[in-house]
Nanobody, 125 residues
Framework: QVQLVESGGGSVQAGGSLNLSCEIS????????MAWFRQAPGKDREGVAS????????NYAGSAKGRFTISHDSAKNTVILRMISLIPDDTAMYTCAFASLRPMRPLVEYEYEYWGKGSQVTVSS
């Protein structure tokens, strides 16, 4: 079993920044694959960014490129999503996900086996 616990998030005005962290624990071995997804009210869940153990194999959704940065701290086994220049459309529940096998499509939710409970991000105009 793998446990994911998100922290960070909160409320910020447009143009502001926030950081999300996802602490990973449990049976993790070798190279693993992590991602951040988000879901806004009334919308489908979408992949935002993904990374592999050690910070390699990074992918971003078009909406995140240039504004979001994903990284993996191997020592703490924590995935971090740094978000800048936030806009109201970024308002969503952000959830961390984990895959033990390399995803063919890193930003697609069915590729991931374990999920955190999520952290709310609210951006006001």
């Amino acid at each position: 079993q793998v446990q994911l616990v998100e922290s960070g998030g909160g409320s910020v005005q447009a143009g502001g920044s926030l950081n999300l962290s996802c602490e990973i624990s449990g049976h993790t071995f070798g190279r693993n694959y992590m991602a951040w997804f988000r879901q806004a009210p009334g919308k489908d869940r979408e992949g935002v960014a993904s990374v592999a153990t050690g910070g390699v194999g990074i992918n971003y959704a078009g909406s995140a490129k240039g504004r979001f940065t994903i990284s993996h701290d191997s020592a703490k086994n924590t995935v971090i999503l740094r978000m800048i220049s936030l806009i109201p459309d970024d308002t969503a529940m952000y959830t961390c996900a984990f895959a033990s096998l390399r995803p063919m499509r890193p930003l697609v939710e069915y590729e991931y086996e374990y999920w955190g409970k999520g952290s709310q991000v609210t951006v006001s105009s």
